[in-house]
């Protein structure tokens, strides 16, 4: 708990400013996850003194009893303005405002897996972003009027061919020396560019040519990913957080809103780059025997939706949710590390995977590489595949070796467990999957780690939601029985609302199952909408590949008795992980994956599903388990 | 006057430093121009106490009088360490250290006076290094999915051809905003780089395109040039003072001698950019009704010798004073100028003139367009002419149509004031000019900016001393008269050294002429060579343009009665000031320039007189005024 003061004399100097935002200018961190909107209760603060000198403009979710012991929303409440006729008594209080402790801060609790895909193990061809050439330059000889980077150069283009070398500063001023310490015998690390032109972006004495690291690196809304990849023996280490921008808002319109001055998108690149160095520095302290140093990372795949690129690189991120929602920048040109923020060597390449559409981007265009779908090759290429990324945002991308179209819709941060009151991200602690006794509703849980659980994430409420319907505690609208009696069920005095209960500290109310249900209404009305464009049918697809952060595995059956994903045959379906991470894993590997995403890129079409009249009636139906219209779900129906 | 201490009990922690390093280290200024060789005598300070823990290890010029009251040279003396078995008695006296005050500092006097030469005012084809553009971008229609850098790459394109637009990070985050501020006008500034891509580096809301600014920059040894170019209309503005390295070390081989760790490289670059910039500044506060602010300065030419260019950016110029003289690199890709440190528009391009050998730099290659020696298509084109820059360093080119080459030697810095007594540079109360009665030896001055004058510059010292020569005051040895009194001249008693009197606070002493023939003899030596290697005489020379930090004028008579330069045709001579200010300014607005100096430096042959054993003969041969053989200055023969 801490405590803040407003001087009343001063009451006049906050003209229309928010509780929230006076606090946060005197540098008090308070949650607001909904950004400033006054649905999420995060910013909840207690007046301890000067109530009068408040207005509350709304409570939003707060209890009664929690108004009644003075609590605010933060947000939206304000200073009452002193008339100037009217000074302040001196007898008058003065404002004294009391912040909560936070609950338990998640977002520094990493979670380490290697997750690596069959694509990623049988990639061919490794040709990684920055490599290494170990050679022997001559000294200069006397008569020999070449300059140190002429000679330099030379003996480059003696092994790479008759390309422009390139050399920043930084390079130049260390050439001199660094030939002069072994005779001549130097390490070079380098890039070549789309100009074809060889980049230089280190010169070592003597051989390190065998360490050579690079980063793949996920940004999404909720959930961030960092992967430290050897670029000589594809070894991966895997680490991932949340991003400290959720303390901003839980989706990307809150972000957007809070970004609304150059002060506010600057911290929220702060954030996520403090995200991003702190999973580097999560890897590299634990694989310092192998020489993970972060002056041997030499480059970086950054794969995102659009709009966390934007605050990524502090780009105004307003006109995304304005129509036409125009986004600054599809590609991004190399940048390197010390301009990005990346603490990593500073001249690093970060290549950024292109995106599509202002809610299609790099994240997916980096995730469809780890599918069948354009591969032109394949003897399947005519059959239309199906990709969906499930997170914050929900992305589908339909297609064959003809054509490629995608989509966007917002399911929410309910699967990242975003607005569920138990739920946290797919990290050790996080319960993954719950089993539910028939007779009993007694709950068996798992969690990732095998460790105590801490939370639920969102395969696991797939897992407790799905298993509630099958087992009769749930109905299709979303409410616990109320006439079968468990112990698991507590249901509240006048009926009207119930949680379940699955430890003594983790408890799942029907509004977090409403929740989940809108997510996944959200994904299930975007994937008929986009079949209907196609003029096709479920069935027709012949592949669904399902992506996402829900760790390391989700039970398809489960998403389909949800009603998320489409009762087809089960063995059409598969879970591929974080394919946005994984993709960039391969990007950063292979110079063939990059031309091959740059190609894909190129022949995406967009879709605006939000645009159109019928998603509302499509999202509305799919309010229910698995679905208003039952025949859509043969397969559950012959269950039952 | 200031004083430091240091602590007899910590003199072991002094381990062989001398007291220049000691001072230094705890931030006491000490001039040091001989960089630490113990011959200049300008880092002498005075022993209050303690001299018994002092080991004087020479005392260079300081005169006995001056040993006697106390005095040290701070560069060769150091600290007796404690024996460890005998601990400093405490009655032993603390070593208290006077630094004497400096001399005025010229250093902060800036000269302000435009120069420009024919060749910039007829300069056709005017095509900057950066242009301006201001267009009209419409904006995003409903339906229209490209991006805002999409949007607008279109629209350049539009006015440039399918060229490669390319926008640093900086760029990209201004895009969105500005876009929106007036109905899509905007300003872009950029520039073509050797790839043909487009760098765009500034984007401005509204018609700034009127507004664009550039500086040629010169960087010498001892001077330092700024001249501010409207790029609109030509108008230029022109500041230039001493360069504040010289405090390390008057001349090149000094410098690098200082910088013999990384911490005084960054010293050395930290002097020069702050004379760069603080030349700006003047320039800036003087125009500013015309906007000159410095973030509308969006490009500069940098011209300076190799060693200077070293310095400027922090390139290690060890190699250049080693066989076989190395430098790290002769032509140097286009900077941004945060990179460089100008304090200018971050992204400006920063174009470095580039250098042909470790002594022949970018202010030859800038130089030689201010001459005809390559423009092909003249009717002289086949005649040999002869470009001598002379300052602290002297450069020659040779050359023709058909072949160029070019040589250095070092003149010392007297020709800018350095190593004369009241020596300065060619600023505001320098003496240019000196007139000398025949039959009393009183002299007549005139003074750059007709201001009290505070020292004498090169041609003052050329003016005087061929005055003094020719009017019988002085031997052709260098010598005074000892036999025809004047009252201007001062015979010290035993009749050994002599000085000449120009004011009660300026004279110049025997020791002063002396470093101007040495000078001199350095610069005729080297052209002798140069003509021996072309196998011609001097007569078959067509044209001499001499180029240097004289000021606006440098009598030709008096260089060759001097035995400066050859005795030949007066009208085949001109004086063309400082030609690596004019050639950068030139470069700076001419494409065709940029062009021209990477074609001649292609073509030019470096010569390493300095390796040839006749180099000394033809140099002592020189050191007479105006030289032994007589024969070879005919013109002067008659006139005697």
């Known amino acids: 708990m801490n405590n803040f003061n407003i001087s009343v004399e001063n009451s006049n100097t906050f003209p229309n400013l928010d509780i929230l935002t006076i606090a946060r200018d005197n540098k008090h961190a308070l949650n607001s996850p909904c950004g400033g909107n006054g649905t999420c209760g995060k910013c909840k603060v207690k007046v301890v003194s000067g109530r009068e000198h408040i207005e509350a403009v709304n409570f939003g979710p707060l209890s009664k009893d929690e108004i009644a012991e003075g609590f605010i929303l933060a947000c939206k409440s304000k200073i009452i303005p002193s008339l100037p006729s009217h000074p302040p008594h001196p007898s008058n209080s003065p404002i004294e405002i009391l912040i909560p402790s936070p609950t338990t801060n998640l977002a520094t609790i990493p979670y380490t897996e290697n997750e690596t895909s069959e694509k990623f193990e049988t990639l061919k061809k490794i040709e990684p972003l920055t490599k290494t050439l170990f050679i022997d330059v001559l000294p200069p000889e006397v008569g020999d009027s070449q300059s140190d980077i002429d000679r330099l150069t030379s003996r480059i283009q003696k092994e790479v061919g008759l390309k422009k070398i390139v050399y920043p500063l930084s390079i130049i001023q260390k050439v001199a020396t660094t030939l002069r310490l072994q005779d001549g015998k130097v390490t070079l690390r380098f890039y070549e560019n789309e100009d074809e032109a060889i980049h230089v972006i280190s010169i070592e004495d003597g051989d390190t040519s065998k360490i050579n690291f690079g980063l793949a690196i996920d940004i999404g809304t909720t959930t961030v990913a960092v992967q430290l990849i050897d670029l000589n023996t594809k070894e991966t280490f895997t680490s991932s957080s949340y991003n400290q921008q959720i303390e901003c808002g839980l989706d990307v319109i809150s972000r957007i809103n809070y970004a609304k001055n150059p002060e506010r998108l600057q911290e929220l690149r702060e954030k996520i780059l403090k995200t991003i160095n702190q999973l580097i520095k999560n890897i590299t302290d634990t694989t310092a025997t192998i020489n993970t140093n972060n002056q041997n990372i030499s480059c970086a795949v950054i794969s995102g939706n659009t709009t966390m690129i934007h605050l990524l690189l502090a780009l105004n991120p307003e006109y995304l949710r304005l129509e036409p929602y125009v986004p600054t920048v599809y590609q991004l040109p190399i940048l390197n590390a010390a301009t990005v923020g990346l603490e990593i060597n500073a001249e690093s390449p970060i290549y950024f995977s292109p995106a599509v559409g202002s809610y299609v981007g790099g994240d997916i265009t980096a995730g469809v590489l780890c599918t069948d779908i354009v591969n032109d090759a394949d003897a399947d290429a005519d059959e239309i595949k199906l990709f969906i990324d499930i997170g914050t945002n929900g992305e589908i991308v339909a297609g064959n070796k003809d054509f490629l179209i995608t989509c966007a819709c917002s399911a929410g941060p309910a699967f990242e467990g975003g607005g569920i009151k138990c739920g946290m991200i797919a990290i050790n602690g996080a319960i993954e999957r719950v089993e539910i006794d028939t007779t009993t509703a007694k709950p068996t849980y798992f969690t990732i780690g095998n460790v105590e659980a801490k939370g639920i994430c969102g395969s696991g409420m797939i897992s407790l939601i799905a298993n509630l319907y099958t087992s009769g505690w749930l109905d299709a609208g979303g409410k616990l029985s109320r006439s079968k009696k468990s112990p698991y069920i507590n249901i509240n005095q006048n009926g009207r609302s119930a949680h379940f209960i699955l430890t003594d500290s983790i408890t799942i109310s029907e509004v977090d199952i409403e929740n989940i249900i809108r997510a996944k209404a959200a994904i299930y009305s975007a994937l008929t909408l986009l079949i209907e464009q196609m003029e096709i049918t ?103």
Request: net charge positive; charged share 20%.
């Open 538 to 640: 479920f069935s027709e697809i012949s592949k669904v590949y399902i992506a996402g952060g829900f760790g390391r595995s989700l039970d398809i059956e489960k998403g389909i008795i949800l009603g998320m994903i489409p009762d087809i045959a089960r063995e059409k379906y598969s879970y591929i992980g974080n394919s946005s991470l994984q993709g960039s894993a391969m990007i950063l590997l292979s110079k063939e994956m990059r031309e091959k995403q740059k190609k894909l890129t190129n022949k995406m079409t967009y879709i605006d599903l939000s645009s159109m009249p019928s998603y509302m009636n499509h999202y509305s139906a799919a309010l229910f388990l698995p679905h208003t219209n039952f025949d859509l779900f043969p397969s559950l129906k012959r269950n039952n």
